[in-house]
């Protein structure tokens, strides 16, 4: 039986649901009793007292608490075992209520101007305290109403993100992240300026493409540790980035009409190694002779160094020695290493559009005018065994032909799209498409019309909701890449007070 209610202002008591009557004027239409919720209540009872107001004869009308008091009957499968749930309560004092009080009370409480539930964050900072304090994850995700999944991923996220994070989330002001998001900033919890940046992509819509620059480069950095001891160990001098390399300096493919090996050509007192400018692997390195006429070696003719002093004597410039009509090797690298994070960051956005239930209207429309112009990406899908392989990576699928017969009219259109996403991805796999100066023109033929089948896709993609990144901006704009974002960190260099250009090294030698 419940405690007995006095008329003081506000008294906390126990009553059983039967007690309650339900307030007619409640004006919430949706209760939403999710899942989640309706866990919570049945593994823990109420926890937050409801609020009633004394009816006479030991009932009471209910004022606040209208989801707990359902989620809590919908615990029990027989009227008679509902009536009999205890719940704690709040009781009003009716001399202290006016007219319309009711409604107030409602809105107040149930505003989000007037209460704020916990962040993420903080709910993740709960989950890892219980299970921190001794309580068992399983036992954690009964009493929250989460799967054990959630409550892993929750500990996991609050564990990673340490202090200097937490301190960036709060100077920037950011809340509303979601705990993917939050799990990748713990990810980089030890760069705070890996942290800024993924904020400031966070902010401009450009998160995913951010996370794939960020996790390359990270990857390449660790891949450089790896290879600078090998190097110096074989006795190869490496030019770092911003490193001078002479004017004269060619690659060993260039040399004497045929490509030479590293090896071969180690012993000759021009024998560089620069860090790759389009790595197939992270740590890749491209090897390089500082002088060939000096050294004895026969340039190709087209690119000799046209000079009436002495080719030793030449002027250094950026590594890679670009010619003057050619971008500089770093430009090109910044914009190679933003040209393959954005196609990992849109194909994994792709997979994800690809695997939905329903595919977003302007779709069909696409499907058809592509299927009836025919463009080149399009006619290239027959027999190429790259575009179908790509296919069944974007559906998931090892058999999407078989998948088609039982498909719904909407996943019909979501795997037709896969098809001609294959199609316009394999076509702009040439990393030079963001390129628009001369010398990638004339190194790939095809180059012009594949910018604009990547202007046509990317567009199309930005149509349909696909944050492009700053380098797929400017394939649409059909405006050079402006280099420099993402605001990426300065590429490692080696620690050593001694170190000397490689200019300065074949003086020596």
Not at 15 to 28: A, D, K, P, S
Request: one cysteine or more; hydrophobic letters at 35%; aromatic letters at 6%.
């Amino acid at each position: 039986m419940s405690d007995t209610a006095t008329t003081t202002p506000m008294q906390r008591v126990t009553l059983q649901l039967g007690q309650i009557r339900v307030n007619e004027n409640n004006v919430r239409q949706d209760l939403n009793l999710d899942e989640k919720f309706l866990k919570s209540v049945a593994a823990n009872g109420v926890k937050v007292p409801v609020v009633v107001l004394p009816l006479g004869e030991d009932a009471y009308e209910l004022k606040m608490g209208h989801r707990r008091y359902f989620a809590a009957r919908a615990t029990k499968e027989t009227e008679a075992e509902q009536d009999a749930l205890v719940v704690p309560a709040y009781v009003l004092d009716p001399s202290l209520r006016e007219a319309g009080e009711d409604f107030i009370d409602q809105l107040i409480e149930n505003d989000d101007d007037y209460r704020r539930g916990l962040t993420e964050l903080e709910q993740a900072d709960a989950l890892f305290g219980a299970v921190g304090a001794g309580m068992k994850q399983a036992r954690v995700a009964e009493l929250t109403g989460r799967s054990r999944r959630d409550v892993s991923q929750a500990v996991r996220t609050a564990k990673s993100v340490g202090e200097r994070t937490r301190s960036a989330l709060a100077e920037a002001g950011t809340y509303d992240l979601d705990l993917e998001v939050l799990g990748v900033l713990g990810e980089f919890d030890d760069d705070l300026a890996a942290v800024d940046r993924l904020l400031d992509a966070y902010a401009k819509g450009r998160f995913e493409f951010q996370v794939q620059w960020e996790r390359d480069d990270r990857e390449e950095q660790r891949a450089r540790a790896e290879v600078r001891p090998q190097l110096t160990a074989a006795g190869v001098r490496l030019a770092e980035d911003g490193d001078t390399l002479p004017a004269t300096v060619e690659p060993l493919s260039e040399l004497d009409g045929e490509p030479m090996t590293p090896e071969a050509h180690a012993e000759c007192p021009g024998h560089v190694a620069t860090w790759a400018e389009n790595p197939r692997e992270p740590g890749e390195v491209e090897y390089f002779c500082t002088n060939p006429e000096r050294f004895g070696h026969y340039p190709p003719q087209e690119n000799a160094p046209q000079t009436d002093g002495d080719p030793a004597e030449e002027q250094p410039q950026a590594t890679g020695a670009a010619k003057p009509s050619e971008p500089s090797r770093e430009y090109v690298k910044a914009g190679n290493k933003a040209y393959r994070a954005a196609e990992k960051a849109r194909q994994a956005w792709l997979k994800d559009l690809i695997g939905r239930k329903t595919a977003p209207k302007p779709l069909a429309a696409f499907i058809t005018a592509q299927l009836l112009a025919c463009p080149k990406p399009v006619a290239q899908w027959v027999g190429d065994a790259g575009r179908r392989d790509l296919v069944k990576e974007l559906t998931g699928y090892d058999a999407p032909a078989e998948r088609a017969a039982t498909a719904t009219p909407a996943k019909l259109t979501l795997l037709n799209f896969a098809v001609l996403a294959a199609t316009f991805e394999k076509r702009m796999g040439e990393v030079r498409t963001w390129r628009t100066d001369s010398t990638a023109r004339s190194a790939v033929y095809e180059l012009r019309e594949i910018r604009e089948d990547a202007r046509t896709w990317l567009s199309f993609l930005a149509e349909i909701g696909y944050p492009l990144s700053s380098v797929e901006q400017a394939i649409v704009d059909d405006e050079p890449y402006q280099e420099g974002e993402p605001d990426a960190a300065d590429e490692d260099t080696p620690d050593d007070p001694d170190a000397v250009s490689v200019q300065d090294s074949e003086d020596a030698a």
